[in-house]
């Protein structure tokens, strides 16, 4: 399982450096998939004991999304160069 996971972010890795929005968007999705699991683990837990995790991974998520605009604003002056 491991492997896979391993596997799947270095893809992702690959394909963001190509510029590839598809990579930037399913690392978005897959990283708030996982914010949304810490935020469930914090509901049945000490909210508090995640709560910081919670607050990193949505900084992470929103400069993922920065980053995305950014690999979208390159594309479109790359089309109109």
Do not use: C, P
């Not at 492997?3 to 399913?26: E, P, Q």
């Amino acid at each position: 399982m491991l492997k896979h996971t391993l596997a799947a972010v270095v893809l992702l890795g690959i394909f963001a450096y190509r510029k590839s929005k598809a990579a930037f968007l399913a690392g978005i999705a897959l990283y708030a998939l996982d914010t949304l699991l810490l935020i469930l683990v914090g509901l049945n837990t000490a909210f508090m004991l995640v709560a910081y995790a919670i607050v990193v991974h949505g900084i992470i998520t929103y400069r993922l999304y920065l980053a995305y605009g950014v690999v979208r604003d390159l594309e479109m002056a790359e089309l109109q160069a």
